[in-house]
C-alpha cells in the first residue's frame, strides 16, 4: 500500500545499514520491499551466515504529517516487542538491531527476526472452521499474555510526563482528545459533538482498570503470522506493536475484530479468554460499553488516518467503512445510557 508515511530507502542504503550493523562478513543478497502495510517501509533482506533472511523496518521522517499519536512509535514497537520476548512466551520476533539515532537516514529503524509461516488475511478463508477456532483459543491466550504485562502509568508510551495518567479514565478522555484534535485539524467530517457526549455518558465504565496492561491495539489478522503443522494451522508470530499504550485489555477487541460489532459473536475467542485471563473473568455490561467506547475511538481513528492514502480506492474504502460503523457504534451507545 502505497502511502505518505513509508521513507522508501534506495538499496545502496539498505546494504550500508547492514554493514554498519553486522560487519563486513554479512553481505546483502537480496532486498525486497514487503509492500502489506499501511505507515513503515518494511523490507525483507537475503544476507550470508545466519540467519540468512532478516527484515528492515523504516520508520517515518519527522515532519511527515501525521496524527498526534503516531510521532515517533517506533520506540514503542521496540519496547513491546523486548518486554514480550522477556515476560511472555508471546512469539514476537527478536530486535537485532536498532537505531534511533537519525545519523544514518533521516529516521529510526530496525532490524527484526523473519516470522515464519503466512499473514493471516492472506490465508483465513482457506482455513476450516477447526483450524480457525483453534487460531481464535491461541489468540486468546495471547492476548492473556499481553495483559500480564503492566505498566508505570495510562496511556501512550511517553517520556512526557503531563502524558502519562494516574487513571485510565484521564489518560482514555486524552487519547480520544487527541484524534479529535487531528480531525478538526484535517477538516475531516465527524460527529465530534456526539463523541465527547459518548464520552461524558459512559465515563463511569471507564473507572477501572486501577493497573496498566499492555494493549497491543493492533492485533488484527495483517499483523498475525500462522503455520500449518501435522494437527493444523498455529499461530506463528504477532508483529506490528507500534500503536500499543497502557490501559484497558478490552481495548484489544475492536481492533483484533474490527468487521465484528460485538465480541461476544466471536466465542470461541471470548470464552478462552474469560477462561485463562487473570484480568477479565466475566463479559458484562459494563464490558459491552467499554468495546463500543474502544470501537467509536479506532473508528475516529480510521476516518482521521485517511489523508495519507493520498485520495486512493483503499482510503476512500476504509473511510465509507468507518463512517457507517462509527454512525452505528454510536447510535448503541446513546442506546445504553442511563
Known amino acids: 500500500m502505497k502511502a505518505i508515511t513509508k521513507n522508501l530507502l534506495p538499496e545502496e542504503k539498505i546494504r550500508e545499514l547492514v554493514k554498519i550493523h553486522f560487519g563486513e562478513d554479512r553481505k546483502v543478497t537480496s532486498v525486497r520491499e514487503l509492500t502489506g502495510g499501511f505507515f513503515a517501509a518494511v523490507y525483507l533482506i537475503g544476507v550470508t ?23 515517533d512509535v517506533m520506540p514503542t514497537e521496540v519496547a513491546c516487542l523486548t518486554m514480550l520476548r522477556e515476560k511472555t512466551t508471546v512469539p514476537v520476533p527478536k530486535i537485532y538491531a536498532c537505531d ?31 483450524d480457525t477456532a483453534q487460531i481464535r483459543r491461541e489468540l486468546a491466550y495471547i492476548l492473556t499474555q499481553m495483559h500480564s504485562v503492566k505498566g508505570p502509568y495510562f496511556g501512550y508510551f511517553t517520556e512526557e510526563k503531563e502524558k502519562q495518567f494516574a487513571t485510565w479514565k484521564e489518560a482514555f478522555y486524552q487519547m480520544v482528545g487527541m484524534v479529535l484534535e487531528d480531525g478538526r485539524r484535517l477538516k475531516k467530517k465527524i460527529p465530534y459533538d456526539r463523541i465527547e457526549h459518548a464520552l461524558q455518558a459512559h465515563g463511569d465504565c471507564l473507572e477501572t482498570p486501577k493497573v496498566p496492561a499492555l494493549v497491543d491495539f493492533d492485533c488484527h489478522e495483517g ?37 465484528c460489532d460485538d ?25 459491552v460499553r467499554k468495546f463500543l467506547l474502544y470501537r467509536m475511538y479506532v473508528l ?6 485517511t489523508f495519507r492514502f493520498g485520495g486512493s480506492v483503499y482510503g476512500k474504502l476504509q473511510e465509507v467503512f468507518a463512517r457507517k460503523n462509527l454512525k452505528k457504534t454510536l447510535k448503541e451507545l446513546e442506546k445504553l445510557e442511563g
Open 49 to 71: 551466515g545466519e540467519p540468512d533472511q532478516m527484515v528492515l523496518k523504516v520508520g517515518v521522517i519527522p515532519g511527515t504529517p501525521l496524527l498526534t499519536y503516531e510521532r
Open 100 to 130: 534511533f539515532s537519525k545519523t544514518h537516514i533521516k529516521s529510526n529503524y530496525f532490524f527484526m527476526e523473519v516470522m515464519e509461516g503466512s499473514v493471516l488475511s492472506e490465508v483465513s478463508r482457506k482455513l476450516s472452521d477447526k
Open 223 to 259: 499483523n498475525i503470522f500462522v503455520k500449518q503443522g501435522a494437527d493444523g494451522w498455529h499461530i506463528s508470530g504477532i508483529v506490528d506493536l507500534e500503536r500499543a499504550f497502557w490501559g484497558d485489555p478490552i481495548g484489544d477487541f475492536p481492533t483484533a475484530f474490527i468487521f
Open 263 to 287: 465480541i461476544r459473536k466471536e466465542k470461541v475467542l471470548l470464552e478462552t479468554y474469560l477462561e485463562k485471563s487473570d484480568e477479565i473473568r466475566a463479559y458484562t455490561g459494563t464490558e
Open 300 to 305: 475516529t481513528i480510521m476516518i482521521a488516518e
